[in-house]
């Protein structure tokens, strides 16, 4: 019985030795490609919730406010989201007026204690599908206000909803974030992707919200309402495999509005800024497409300048982010490029030393899915974020966890960003397993083609790879990749120093397990030489 009683002691000495391990930063990099593949004691892949799971289930009556959102606007601004009125679904379907319910938010430091209220807009959508035997969508009205004059790092309370009916939601509360300044950062920024609404993105969220993040990166693919009928029926758990027969690609929109109350907990008191994916094209009627995704989401797009909801910048504290749209023009010559060259150049690292970019689908990627997919994009875009000094690119897309050295043109170098795809928030398709490198897992030509922009297949032109598509091992590149579910978390400490943590869904009640994590460390002497950094 010896060895028992020493069990809790070498398991303490055990969390010893793991809690003093110092965790790595970027500059001890690059480091040798590291791989852990997928746990087989875990699921590939779930079922979605279904649409009667008490998270999903609507629980106000007719002209009071739910799916209630925020999105940063300003620093000292906010945009509040929410949906009224019931959603339509049938062969015939009759649009809601906006204007029969008033868009107002109550506010103030007290609870209860308003001491201003905005007004703002509403709005509906339809989703149509002109064929036999397919059902078409009207949205509830969904409603935008532009709440001002906040004061940083201040909690305030809102209502919002018609007052006149009255028809105003409980009191919800959120945090205002610091003002742009190199001394300041928000406490916690939690970056998701392609996250659906499975038990796998259940837990997802639940492991988000113990981090008790105050802001959230959801950088694509959120619902996957395109992986149904317009009855409801089949939710399938790939992209390609679903209704091969159907005229046109279906969506069930009733799982946005499901994705909205699942999301309010959480998102009505913590902002969530969007960036579209492909799961949120959803072509219509017409040609028309990302109906449900530009509705129902406030971004600030003009508030950064930019005329398109599809792409977009805003600061928190200390750090400019840039949410840039992959599923719209990129091209060097088009209105986003343009734009993007502008915020650049107006940029100040004095006040914001952190540069963090978004957008859904990766460049550098070594899995077998979605293999050199944006390769277009990245051509066109990656010297002007490189020649800007982008600290750290988020994206999703591929459904497993990538982080790679800092890099450039593929080639390592200490001033490129640091990558990290994180699409691994749980949706209905399965986590990705197969690696580029693997044998017999080089994709072929017809393999990866994207929603978007054109194919630009590229084989290596030096380094071990040089003259083929795909390496024979792990590329350089990527420093880790493993495939499971999770999310990440990236704590600003200094204008140089950043926590970046990935948080396996496996890890949720043992945090000391994390999958990854690392400081990224700025050089701006190094790499920004030109640039005063005080
Ligand atoms: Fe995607």
Redesign the pocket.
Known sequence: MKWMRSVPFLLIIGLIVADDRPIPSTLDGPFLPVTRRFDPSLRRGSDDLPMDHPRLRKNVSYNFPEQISLAISTPTSMWVSWVTGDAQIGKNVTALDPSSVASEVWYGKKSRKYTSMRRGVSTVYSQLYPFEGLLNYTSGIVHHVRIDGLEPETKYYYQCGDSSIPALSKEHMFETLPLPSKSSYPRKIAIV??LGLTSNSTTTVDHLVENDPSLILMI??LVYANQYLTTGGKGAPC?SCAFPDAPIRETYQPRWDAWGRFMEPVISRVPMMVIE???EIEPQISGVTFKSYLTRFAVPSAESGSNSSFYYSFNAGGIHFLMLGAYTDYNATGAQFAWLKEDLDKLDRTVTPWLVAAW??PWYNSYSS?YQEFECMRQEMEHLLYEHGVDIVFS???HAYERMNRVYNYTLDPCGPVYITV?DGGNIEKVDVDHADDPGKCPSARDNIPEFGGVCRLNYSSGPAEGKFCWNTQPEWSAFRESSFGHGTLEVKNSTHALWTWHRNQDVYKEENHGDQIYIVRQPDLCLPTTKVT
């Open positions: 992707g392609d694509g693919d992209f994916g492909n799961h859904h689908p979605h999703g897309h591929v699409g």
